[in-house]
């Protein structure tokens, strides 16, 4: 724990101005960020006596370990900086609002020759235009599936549009009228983009034109006594009043506005916001957040504002915002806001009237959520900090330990050995953290000089983060020698060019965008107070070896082991049992599940690129397609390798040099293992009696032995 006077600013160094402030840790990450009208009067508010602070803001200049700031020329500035400095840092001390990623989305690609309307989840596109979000995706499809009687839009993936203009048949909807089939050039690019256009204005709220002509389509179409299309446009209108009949008129001058409610308590806050366009609810959500600091209701809007508009622009941003507290100042916030849109927006307090109901109306959800929210976490929170408990007092640790870290072998009978780093903090897994490592040191399976390698690596780039960043203390110095070789990034990214990544960690195709002192969390960066790995005493002692080798002696190791769920420490004989209702060992045997788990995925992912080699990947300049090309032609490697020089040439876009190079490779390679009859245990031969390798793909043999065999296998 810091004491907040060593490391604050002497008096005049704080600029009088408009700014945005970061407090940092000892470990120099980013824990809180802060805007001010005035730098100098909000940081002299922190740096008063202890006892007169919020506890969660004493716990957080305690945690600090230093602060800088940034002076901008504007409130507007200072906001948008704000923003950006806690999407991209993630303070832990900061309001941070549960991402919405998850919700559904109703997506138009506009961007497309042929618009498609699909349900989307995630980051928004360019060109594509979204309407929601809905609460669940089946309400996408219903509405989707009502309108499509008037609107037929293209609906289906790229895989069976190529398809079906590759066989001149539509699909099912395309036949029952439900696509207007641009697959098969029913309706022209120009004529689907507008009925995509005229779909996107029915969701905008734009319905009343499209009812008003349907109409008189009808009437006209009875007049002249074309009753059969009278009646489909009869069905057209009852397609469209039924999908509008999904959302209610809420705001009858039909108001283009998002409504915002806060429920909170002391610790707890609930956002819940309704978007109404065109007088009817188009779509609903909310976030539940921690109040990790002393906040407003006015500041908790406008941290919701920022994580709602934070990235929109144009009509995403809508002309009016109701919330139920202004921010303070309201001005700036405002006019961020207008800048979004580019046009102006009314930040207000509903009133009177049916927006002040519907406020209401929002609010009361607001409260629900909360209270389903305490519900549900209220047992979570108390079992896990029961485990967390228990571990500490069974392995006799100092303290709970809130960072546990858990380490797991893979391989098949020796091939394609790899490991997994899994990272849980506060008893839930941390994702974002995992690591993944290819075991290069050595061939062949040994588990226990596995482990040994992959706690050195990443303990050895700990040590060097630390000397890198100045955190050693004076005389001490830190072990830094040889890379880890073959590290890859938690999705299974490696070194772009396949060469060891060194300790800094650069050489990884995202390295370059972590920066020096971004406050991110770096790769290794950060120590565990628990070690755990699977397995039992050989494991254990090899983790022990390779941190008291590198000189770390503050953090704690154990193994669990399979067979009994006995937790191993280093230097005991005797195993460690907890009680099979034990909490804290439930939370192991997830931690270890999910290290196991982690491992097998990789290493199953690495033998299956293996399994797909082919003598053809090492032939430079042959790309996919051309060797799709002599695999089709010849049907088989074994019969390329057979070709002749000029046979190879006969092939639609090989040229004499790349056959003769084509020949050369396949010469060196050695020849694929014979395929084998898993029923009989024959080796199949072909028709001139020689074994024969089947192919399921080009270069992918057909591995002996069942799927459960192979599987029994696997470590």
Known sequence: MADPSSYRPRPGE??????????????????????????????????????????????????????????????????QLEYSWIKEFDPRFNVKYRDDKSYPYLAV?????????????????KGVRYFG????????????????????????????????????????????????????????????LELAEEFCDFMAGRTGTYLRRLERQMADAAEEMEYERAARLRDDIGALKKAMEKSAVVLADATDADLIAVAEDELEAAVQIFHVRGGRVRGQRGWVTDKVEEITTGALVEHALQQLYGEETGDAVPKEVLVPALPDPVE??????????????????PQRGDKKALMATVERNAQQALVLHKTKRASDLTTRSRALEEIAEALDLDSAPLRIECYDISHLQGDDVVASM?????????????????????????????????????FRRYLAEKERTGEWADGQDA??????????????R????????????????????????????????????????DGGQPQVAAAQRALDELGIDDIAVCGLAKR???????????????????????????????????????????????????????????GETRKQALIKHFGSVKKLRAATIDQICEVPGIGRKTAETVAVALARATPAAPAVNTATGEIMEDEDGAPETTTDAPGEPVTAGTPDERRGQER
Not at 149 to 162: D, E, H, L, N
Request: hydrophobic share 35%.
């Open 332 to 349: 700036p916030v405002q006019q961020w806001l207008t800048e979004r849109r580019g046009s102006g927006v009314s930040l207000r307090i």
């Open 14 to 79: 704080i600029p009088d101005s408009p700014g945005v402030y970061r407090f940092r840790d000892e470990h120099r990450r980013v824990i809180y960020v802060g805007k001010a009208k005035s730098l100098r009067q909000r940081l002299a508010n922190y740096f008063q006596d202890l006892a007169n602070l919020h506890p969660r803001t004493r716990t957080m200049v305690t945690t600090a370990a230093s602060v800088e700031w940034t002076v901008v020329s504007t409130e507007v500035e200072a906001l």
């Open 494 to 533: 490696v070194p772009a060019d396949g060469r060891a990544v060194p300790d800094d960690g650069e050489a990884l195709v995202d390295g370059p965008a972590l920066k020096d002192d971004d406050g991110r969390p770096k790769r290794f960066a950060y120590p565990p107070q628990l070690v755990v790995v």
């Open 564 to 622: 009994l769920e006995e937790v191993w420490l280093p230097g005991d004989d005797d195993p460690v049992v907890l009680p099979r209702t034990s909490e804290g060992l439930y939370l192991l045997q997830r931690v270890r599940d999910e290290a196991h788990r982690f491992a097998i995925t990789y290493q199953r992912v690495k033998r299956a690129k293996r399994f797909r080699s082919s003598p053809l990947d090492d032939v430079p300049g042959l």
């Open 422 to 458: 899994v990272v849980f903090e506060d008893g839930l897994a941390r994702k974002s953290e995992y690591r993944r490592f290819q075991i290069k040191g050595f061939a062949g399976q040994d588990d226990v000089r596995s482990m040994h390698e992959v706690i050195t690596r990443r």
């Open 133 to 192: 979000p809905y609460g669940h995706a089946w309400a996408i499809r219903d509405t989707v599936d009502l309108l499509l009687r008037v609107f037929p839009v293209r609906t289906c993936s790229a895989g069976v549009f190529k398809n079906a203009a590759r066989t001149g048949r539509p699909c099912l909807l395309g036949y029952i009228g439900k696509c207007s089939a641009p697959c098969v050039e029913r309706i022209s690019p120009e004529d689907h």
């Open 109 to 125: 690609t506009m961007n497309e020759e042929f618009p498609r309307v699909q349900v989307m989840r995630g980051h928004k596109k």
């Open 479 to 492: 072990d830094t020698a040889g890379p880890g070789v073959g590290d890859v990034a938690s999705d299974g």
